[in-house]
């Protein structure tokens, strides 16, 4: 698909960055796997030796045992070595990164120039050397999913900040007396911090309850005026 605005080379790149993203989060987990192997058998042998020391174990079983947690460890290393799990996550991490600074000079430019161009070309190419085709399709379907997840979810919090927005312009239309006063404040003086929505409201909740108190209190002193007369 061709892309010719800058919104749609952002949001091209964007996704290949977060399916590098990925990949480098599923090579970090594979790699912390294997690690947290080889850190719990070597545990479990040097527990079993400390055992057999300790209750003078010698059979053959305690003999074989700490063997084959031996040679269980050096193939889990060797094969870690062989994935080369810090070679692939550095080329992740690297390209990741040609990748977020074109990102931030499209932002950066009102305009699609010949030059943004050919540093998008170059971070496509980036991806396209930092994974294989399947695993190149594989991390793109789940970034795409994720991005449109992510604007869906932006796409429903404006509107509820827009729903918000249109009630509270309701309570200024139908009740204007409540923020008189907040008007007030800011004819007078614009260098007084603004009230805030529950500021007025509060406001307006004490003065009602005053006028409450002084009508009880009025009410009560009638009623003692009436049964002080003859």
Not at 12 to 18: A, M, S
Not at 104 to 115: I, S
Not at 142 to 154: A, D, F, G, V, W
Request: glycine residues 2%; hydrophobic residues 35%; aromatic residues 6%.
């Amino acid at each position: 698909m061709l892309k010719v605005t800058l919104q749609d080379l952002e949001n091209d790149l964007k996704v290949k960055r977060d399916s590098l993203s990925l990949a480098h989060e599923d090579l970090k987990n594979d790699n912390d796997w294997w690690n947290k192997l080889i850190i719990v058998l070597s545990l479990a042998n040097g527990g079993i030796e400390s055992v057999k020391i300790q209750l003078e174990w010698d059979d053959n079983i305690a003999n074989l045992l700490p063997i084959f947690l031996s040679s269980t460890i050096a193939v889990c290393s060797a094969l870690v070595k062989f994935k080369k799990f810090p070679e692939q996550m550095e080329i992740l991490i690297k390209s990741s990164g040609i990748i977020t600074n074109t990102l931030t000079k499209l932002r950066n430019n009102p305009e699609l120039t010949d030059q943004l161009y050919k540093e998008y070309n170059e971070s496509l190419e980036q991806v396209e050397t930092a994974l294989y085709p399947d695993l190149r399709r594989k991390f793109l379907q789940k970034s795409h999913r994720n991005l449109i997840h992510i604007y869906k979810l932006e796409e429903k919090y404006y509107n509820l900040i827009a729903k918000l927005n249109k009630k509270e312009d309701d309570i200024l239309t139908k009740q204007p007396h409540v923020f008189q006063d907040f008007k007030d404040d800011m004819s007078d003086d614009s260098t007084v911090r603004p009230k805030t929505l529950v500021d007025v409201v509060g406001e307006s909740l004490k003065k009602i309850e005053r006028n409450l108190t002084n009508q009880s209190m009025n009410s009560d002193d009638s009623e003692i005026k009436s049964d002080t007369l003859p």
